[in-house]
């Protein structure tokens, strides 16, 4: 590819839900409720302790009144601070702030009882995302300057108690993405580091999620919860802007799209009740990231129509995740929370590390508290600290004219997350 021709770079590593910020690894938003965020989601897929069971493992409806409803929101707030460590890019020499900011994150669910035995449901939300925004003229600005990619989730589901032991749910997920990414054409010259190329692109696309929850005992139950892979066909305008803008077809606003497979995730969940105080939780879950090992970014308008104009080598691997956690029963009023968990990230190294996602592995340290209203109505508040260590990028795309990214980032990040639910 010929230096001044620009690479619609679309880094898909990176979503949002409205204006979202990832807490998981990779991409990925666990923050689906806040009953769940004081134990870091350890038996998210066994709790079924209220409406919000529909993301995690709709056959845990069978476990909630006739009506129930739930509406929560997070805040979340990542930083991801970058030192220089001698990146080699041309005439972008500029530092820049922190990539992160506060993000909000809304969810709301609603089950009912048909009769004793069937439920239905529905829930909206959004399984993955993240923002990163850097300054206009910081080393990386031809990597990537800003991503705001937003997903809309809506979950209709179904729940069927085949006995007092156990329970079976599936739902369909129709998905929304929205994506905004705008970067600088290259860091070869003047006109071209102050020229930015700004992707607007769209796409719907349905997945599928179903679970069983087993009652072992008056004490102990089981989930297992599995979401499918969702494949969006991503389609929209490239627009150019800037003193190169019209220079070559390359830099000439017109069509682009992209297909990418966001990963499924298969959860197995436990929860035990030691006495009438403690209750233990424990979580292992899958994520599938290799389905991301390439995005190729085509150009679907003008005499480059049909040319592949940059193939984001992503290569991304599965991740394990583990958690667990405990709920302390201090009073009729009051439950409180806890949870460590162990998150991998599924980039694979320094090299493959993208500004747009300076991902690394997590732990998360959370703690929370619910607090019963009335027999029928529920508040949970929670907050999660996300430990991130150093992470080491040296992303070279100096072959296609973006330069050469390398230094590392100091990240972390903030969960508060509040949640009101209700049966009636």
Not at 89 to 95: D, E, M, T, V
Not at 236 to 246: H, I, S, T, W
Not at 298 to 322: A, I, N, P
């Amino acid at each position: 590819m010929k230096k001044n021709r620009i690479a619609v770079h679309l880094s898909l590593g990176i979503l949002s839900l409205w204006a979202g910020a990832a807490a998981a690894s990779g991409f990925q938003l666990l923050e689906q409720n806040a009953s769940g965020l004081g134990n870091a989601y350890a038996g998210s897929a066994a709790v079924a302790e209220d409406a919000s069971t529909i993301f995690f493992n709709p056959a845990g409806m069978t476990q909630l009144g006739a009506r129930e409803l739930s509406v929560g929101l997070a805040a979340v707030r990542p930083s991801f601070k970058f030192r220089d460590k001698g990146s080699q890019s041309g005439l972008l020499s500029g530092n820049t702030g922190d990539a992160g900011d506060w993000a909000a994150l809304p969810n709301a669910y609603l089950s009912w009882a048909l009769n004793r035995d069937l439920y239905l449901g529905v829930g909206v939300g959004a399984p993955f995302g993240l923002v990163t925004e850097y300054d206009k003229d910081w080393v990386g600005a031809a990597h990537s300057i800003t991503f705001d990619i937003k997903t809309y989730n809506i979950n209709p589901s179904i729940a069927y108690r085949i006995n007092d032991k156990v329970s079976i749910g599936a739902g369909v997920n129709w998905q929304r993405m929205d994506v905004e990414y705008t970067r600088a054409a290259a860091v070869v010259s003047v006109p071209l580091t102050r020229t930015y190329a700004t992707l607007d692109a769209a796409s719907d696309a349905w997945g599928w999620n179903a679970g069983a929850l087993f009652t072992l005992s008056a004490a102990t139950k089981l989930g297992l919860s599995y979401r499918s892979s969702i494949k969006h066909e991503l389609d929209g305008d490239l627009r150019v802007k800037g003193l190169a803008a019209g220079a070559s077809a390359a830099l000439t606003t017109g069509r682009a799209s992209a297909d990418v497979e966001l990963p499924d995730t298969f959860i197995l969940s436990a929860t035990h009740k030691l006495d009438n105080r403690w209750e233990l939780l424990g979580d292992v879950s899958l994520t599938g990231w290799s389905s991301i090992k390439k995005v190729d970014i085509v150009r679907t308008s003008g005499v480059l129509s049909g040319v592949t104009v940059q193939t984001l080598e992503t290569e991304f691997r599965d991740t394990w995740r583990v958690a667990v956690g405990a709920n302390y029963q201090m009073n009729d009023a009051w439950k409180l929370k806890f949870g460590l968990a162990y998150d991998q990230t599924p980039v694979r190294d320094k090299e493959r590390r993208l500004v747009s996602l300076p991902d690394n592995d997590r732990t998360w340290f959370t703690v929370g508290g619910q607090y019963r209203m009335s027999n029928g109505a529920r508040l949970d508040l929670a907050a999660a600290y996300l430990y991130v260590p150093d992470t080491r990028i040296d992303n070279n795309q100096a072959a296609a004219g973006r330069g050469r990214v390398t230094g590392e980032y100091d990240s972390s990040v903030w969960i508060l997350g509040a949640q009101y639910s209700m049966a009636f």
